[in-house]
């Protein structure tokens, strides 16, 4: 099964700020790799899929980029709605694994 | 509108089993693969369960292979989930996502609201 390792598994940042979230895949899964966020309470959203094309809706801030087998979840400047825990999954091959998420929380 | 509704969910002794239901609507259901995903209290997301659009092909995680059975009867925009053997691990809010497969893309697009389960004695 191919893992999937997040990091960090916690962040505090500012409104305003620039945030990075790493997801490091056990082997290659070339570009199949999404995104999602999961706000308390509620149904994950997808964000991203493909490593980086964006979900319609989705505001232009949040970014998804690749170096081999470690892709980044970039927002620019994280806004009070973008508190949340943040999960990558890749759908390269079953079973559809999960990282174990990063919450952003309010600094 | 893409709607995905869970249920099903509810409280069930160890050993004993439940069926879980997600009822779609808003697209042609049966074009699309689906999936169950879980969520124990207060972790992360745990993929279940896949089955194609047509219901022929499906795969499980290892943690409920023999014991849970995804389907689907694409007459009535509804997917399945048949849970035997139940554990208190087994314990989670249960999603089912809709999976786009738009060669080279795959993702899940959407989610439905979930359905709680609770093995406890």
């Known amino acids: 099964d191919i893992q999937l390792t997040q990091s960090p598994s916690f962040l505090s940042a500012s409104v305003g700020d620039r945030v990075t979230i790493t997801c490091r895949a056990s082997?290659?899964?070339?570009?199949?790799l999404a995104w999602h966020q999961q706000k308390p309470g509620e149904a994950p959203k997808l964000l991203i899929f493909?490593?980086?094309t964006l979900q319609s809706g989705v505001p232009s801030r949040f970014s998804g980029s690749r170096s081999g087998t470690e892709f980044t979840l970039t927002i620019s400047s994280l806004q009070p709605e973008d508190f949340a825990t943040y999960y990558c999954?890749?759908?390269?091959?079953?079973?559809?694994?999960f990282g174990q998420g990063t919450k952003v929380e309010i600094k | 509108q893409v709607h995905l509704v869970e249920s099903g969910g509810g409280v069930v002794q160890p050993g004993r089993s439940l069926r879980l239901s997600c009822s779609a609507s808003?697209?042609?259901?049966?074009?699309?693969?689906m999936h169950w995903v879980r969520q124990a209290p207060g972790q992360g997301l745990e993929w279940v369960a896949f089955?194609?659009?047509?219901?022929?092909?499906?795969y499980y995680a290892d943690s409920v292979k023999g014991r849970f059975s995804i389907s689907r009867d694409n007459s009535k925009n509804t997917l399945f989930l048949r849970m035997n053997s139940l554990r208190a691990e087994d314990t989670s809010m249960f999603y089912c996502?809709?999976?786009?497969?738009?060669?080279?893309?795959?993702?899940?697009?959407?989610w439905g609201q979930g359905t709680l389960v609770t093995v406890s004695s």
């Open positions: 808003g697209f042609t259901f049966n074009r699309y693969a």
């Open positions: 996502a809709r999976e786009v497969e738009l060669w080279p893309h795959y993702y899940f697009d959407y």
């Open positions: 082997q290659d899964i070339n570009y199949y």
């Open positions: 493909a490593t980086s």
């Open positions: 089955i194609s659009s047509d219901g022929r092909l499906t």
């Open positions: 999954q890749q759908l390269h091959s079953y079973p559809r694994t």
